[in-house]
């Protein structure tokens, strides 16, 4: 089902189709036709807000197609600093496998967020990408009018083979975190948030990439199926509630601080996993 955002997306290409195709009095009445059904729907979604409960209405704005629909109507009983705030909250037990958390800086007049990170995982080359990748989908469906976001990092990782060259900085010459394309990632469902229970580990395939979940104490964690030692599957391996071992070589990693080896120089190859709707989502290669 496609987000407020993504309609709103579509809607424009249609529009721009018909002022490059057509001519400008054909394309300015479709203009119109489209504001008129939208202020329509506006004004009866804001008399249904009117008349509902205030529970009803905080059980609505937390779903996630109606809320985009209240965001574009101005109608959503969170403002834009609440719902950043709450997606920060969702996202800060991913960031903390991370050695790390976000802190909100400010919002522009132009809609750019801007937050600041602090910490990083040491000897973890995909920590950066992946914390991005994470933070960028939970504000965009908690604040979909967010149209940029910038993340000043701590510490930046040295850009090798294949990671980003130099990185921009922001305000002050603070680091800002590369910036990753849409089309090098994209967001898997993988199924219920029970499908793991605690101190138990579950192996998927998240469109084509063997993936391992990792329920420690409550907190859900993904990791690609592969030891970074022996290269073998980890499923099947012995999960003690936070530390995952190889069933093939042994070596154990700790998949609450980003899947480092317990011992040695080796890690996981962490992958971004959020919960919205009790489903369970993760970022994969596209």
Known sequence: MASA??????????????EALADPALASRAEELVRTVVEFYGAALERVVELLPEAVLERLAADQLVSGVLVV???????????????????????????????????????VLRLALGGSCDG????????????????????????????????????????????????????????????????VELGDVDMVAPGAVSSVRA?????????????????????????EALSGGHFDGRVLSCPSCAVSY?????GRAVSGDGHLDPLPLLTSDGTIRVAVPA
């Not at 719902?83 to 976000?102: E, F, K």
Request: hydrophobic share 35%; aromatic share 4%; charged share 20%.
């Open 5 to 18: 955002g993504e309609v709103g997306d579509r809607v424009e290409r249609l529009l721009a189709e018909f």
């Open 73 to 111: 109507h101005d109608l959503h009983p969170h403002s834009l600093h609440q719902r950043v705030q709450h997606a920060l909250d969702a996202v800060r037990p991913y960031l903390g496998s991370h050695s790390g958390d976000v802190s909100f800086v400010e919002i522009t007049d132009e809609g």
């Open 124 to 187: 973890c080359p995909s920590s950066m990408v992946t914390v991005k990748l994470a933070i960028e989908q939970a504000i965009a469906h908690a604040a979909p009018e967010i149209t940029r976001i910038e993340v000043e990092g701590a510490v930046l990782e040295q850009p090798g083979p294949t990671q980003p060259g130099p990185a921009q900085t922001g305000p002050g010459g603070r680091p800002l975190l590369p910036v990753v394309p849409a089309e090098k990632a994209s967001w």
């Open 207 to 231: 469109r084509g990439t063997a993936t391992v979940v990792c329920n420690a104490d409550g907190t859900l964690y993904a990791y690609r199926d592969q030891c970074s030692a022996c290269q």
């Open 254 to 258: 700790d998949v609450v601080l980003a």
